[in-house]
């Protein structure tokens, strides 16, 4: 079989799951209306950088990611470098984890989210064409955030990001603009790991260490997408994607099988739900394949058993999950077990559609 590197190369691959960083809060200030610049410098405030990925902790970053005193992939030379030009990804889709949406203020809140993607726009996708970037939004005010979908779609971004803890479930229909705008634009909506809300990734409240925070993050992926099949998001906007992000991807079928069970007992509550969970998440949602929660020795005999089980290799998405570094090489050994239309599938052919990118790198950028 040939070098799994060398496949990303040739295949061209689209990274779904990369994270650049805004250096420092300064950045944003040209951006930023007046009065919001003269608000952030009377407050005291320093920024918004996730604090789920502490600074020192070996897994928030891999070597050579922070260049001075900036973050991990605030530099957007050394994103290309170690995103694009080395291993030869075809495009890279920028997920920016600013916690913007941990603001209360609600006005506050969508002003920075619209400076993080006017700076997005400037700094990054105008940097290098193979970049798209995810619109980022604060859950405090859905109806700015459906204006902010509407104002950057077809324009360099390719999804809408929302943090996986939120003040209310992700179905409930307070949510329900963001998803319609989504919808409108033809743009999935992707949720991912992060704190927007007082309240805690863990289901259950919040845990004495950052090892349960960070092992229990697939819990609160879970919750959300039953929240939105039971709340009947899909049913209200059956065009829309969803893409969970760098939870794992091997609990989904176990949760497919129980939710299905559930329903059948008591689908009389939900009767919007008119056929089986699963169904539904077959339909609507894709997953990234960083980190993959497998067992080591990954053989042919398990991949194949395990996307039975899922339903479709059409559900999975290559990611590298750039600048964090807790895999080991689990995604790679899944692509190795793949045949190669499989692999096409999951490097490139899924986020190429999913995504509508053209073959060659290249977007207008509208005034």
Not at 19 to 30: D, E, I, K, T, W
Not at 174 to 187: F, M, N, Q
Not at 266 to 291: K, M
Not at 357 to 366: I, S
Request: charged fraction near 20%; aromatic fraction near 8%; charge should be negative.
């Amino acid at each position: 079989m040939a070098d799994v590197g060398t496949t990303i190369r040739a295949t061209g691959a689209v990274d779904c799951d990369v994270h650049n960083a805004v250096p420092r809060l300064s950045a944003l200030f040209p951006y930023l209306p007046a009065s919001w610049v003269d608000y952030c410098r009377e407050t005291g405030v320093e920024g918004f950088d996730p604090a789920f990925y502490p600074p020192g902790a070996p897994l928030s970053a891999r070597p050579g990611s922070r260049v001075g005193e900036g973050p991990p992939g605030s530099d957007p030379c050394v994103v290309r470098d170690h995103v694009l030009d080395g291993p030869g990804a075809r495009y890279a889709v920028l997920n920016c984890l600013y916690a913007v949406s941990a603001v209360h203020n609600p006005d506050w809140a969508a002003s920075m989210a619209r400076a993080l993607n006017d700076w997005q726009a400037a700094q990054w996708l105008a940097a290098d064409p193979r970049f798209r970037a995810s619109i980022v939004v604060s859950t405090r005010d859905p109806h700015a955030a459906a204006e902010e979908v509407a104002r950057w779609a077809g324009r360099g971004f390719v999804q809408v990001l929302l943090p996986a803890s939120t003040p209310a479930p992700l179905g409930q229909r307070v949510h329900w603009p963001i998803y319609a705008a989504a919808e409108a634009a033809d743009l999935p909506v992707a949720v991912h790991p992060g704190v927007g809300s007082a309240n805690p990734l863990s289901p259950v409240g919040w845990p004495s260490h950052y090892v349960e925070d960070y092992a229990c993050a697939a819990l609160t992926l879970q919750s959300q997408l039953t929240s939105m099949v039971a709340e009947g998001v899909f049913a209200a906007h059956p065009g829309l994607r969803v893409v969970l992000l760098e939870s794992g991807v091997t609990w989904l079928p176990s949760l497919m099988w129980r939710f299905d069970k559930n329903w059948k007992a008591l689908r009389r509550e939900v009767p919007w739900v008119d056929r089986p969970p699963s169904q539904v998440i077959r339909e609507h949602v894709l997953l990234s394949t960083t980190p993959l929660d497998a067992p080591p020795g990954l053989d042919h005999a398990w991949v194949d058993r395990f996307l039975t089980r899922l339903g479709s290799v059409e559900m999975l998405l290559h990611a590298g999950d750039y600048p964090h570094w807790h895999h080991g090489n689990a995604p790679t050994a899944l692509l190795e077990q793949l045949s190669p239309a499989e692999r096409e599938l999951v490097l490139s052919g899924n986020a190429m559609r999913l995504y509508r990118l053209p073959e060659e790198a290249g977007w207008a950028q509208a005034d």
